[in-house]
């Protein structure tokens, strides 16, 4: 069964300090934009980052984009990164979507039938994301409606967890178009995945993800892997990273003793209750 989460409601937090090495990919190196003009389930473009240990993790970055119909010579889907950030467009009439994959120097292509979409699962040493945080951040820059988003976690070849949730739209706040569509919100805003909460609610292979041992990941956007259902949207920039999520505040002394006595208030006015009935 595929588990679907809802962006703004689960996952919406306060992070609390910066984020720490080691970096998942800060965007700071280009890459040659993918381009599909050929429509198909089968069709494919792909492009790699520079060589950069330092700043993506496992060192190499891949952007797949497949144009799934409304394309031709003039019109197609394509993705790619600058200006620290990714970007991913369709152009008018065009379904589209594709994967932003970091699987180290692998090359292994994209593949629909899996629901992995071919990815090396081992592609880069084991990584110990749990010693420098607790959350993915995703920042949303823009999105031109709701889209289905997938995070894909492996520690090894059996034991991973996908994780599928529905992207609300994220807009400019004068775009009263945009700003219209159920759940949207301005841009650029902030979202928080927790470690724990993307193995309990995600779809887990095996053992699941361990965050302390991963070697590979990949954001998939406009496309749910399980189902193999496509999204709407035509316009999605993001970038991502580590963080802490704070938890929730611990009650001042008194303002707890006071709760305690609220709730034992209640619970006797409930008995008085039966009692009297």
């Given at each position: ?29 280009s ?24 700043t ?15 394309a031709?010579?003039?019109n197609g ?22 994967a ?22 081992t ?40 994780f599928?949730f ?14 219209s569509?159920?759940?949207a ?7 928080y ?10 779809t ?54 006071l ?19």
């Amino acid at each position: 069964m595929v588990k679907v989460a809802f962006f703004a409601a689960m996952f919406l937090a306060f992070a609390r300090g910066a984020s720490a090495l080691p970096l998942i990919d800060n965007f700071d190196r280009s890459q040659t934009v993918a381009q599909d003009n050929s429509n198909g389930i089968a069709s494919s473009s792909a492009t790699r980052s520079p060589l950069d240990p330092s700043t993506i993790i496992g060192g190499e970055r891949e952007v797949y984009v497949n144009a799934f119909s409304g394309a031709d010579e003039f019109n197609g889907t394509r993705a790619g990164v600058s200006g620290s950030r990714f970007s991913f467009a369709n152009d008018a009439g065009v379904v589209g979507f594709g994967a932003l994959r970091w699987d180290g120097g692998s090359v292994t292509g994209f593949d629909l039938t899996n629901a992995d979409l071919g990815i090396n699962r081992t592609g880069f040493a084991p990584v110990n994301f749990s010693a420098v945080a607790d959350s993915l951040k995703l920042t949303m820059l823009r999105s031109d409606a709701s889209f289905p988003f997938t995070l894909q976690f492996f520690s090894g070849a059996t034991d991973w967890t996908s994780f599928t949730f529905s992207a609300i739209p994220v807009c400019s706040a004068a775009d009263s178009s945009c700003m219209s569509q159920a759940g949207a919100v301005a841009g650029p805003t902030d979202f928080y995945f927790n470690f724990a909460l993307i193995n309990l609610l995600g779809t887990k292979s095996g053992t699941g993800a361990d965050f302390s041992s991963i070697t590979a990941m990949q954001a998939i956007f406009n496309f749910n892997p399980m189902s193999g259902s496509p999204g709407q949207a035509e316009s999605i920039d993001f970038s991502m990273d580590f963080a802490t999520v704070s938890p929730p505040p611990v009650p001042e002394p008194g303002t707890l003793t006071l709760s305690i006595l609220g709730l034992f208030s209640l619970m006797c006015m409930v008995a008085r209750r039966r009692h009297s009935n």
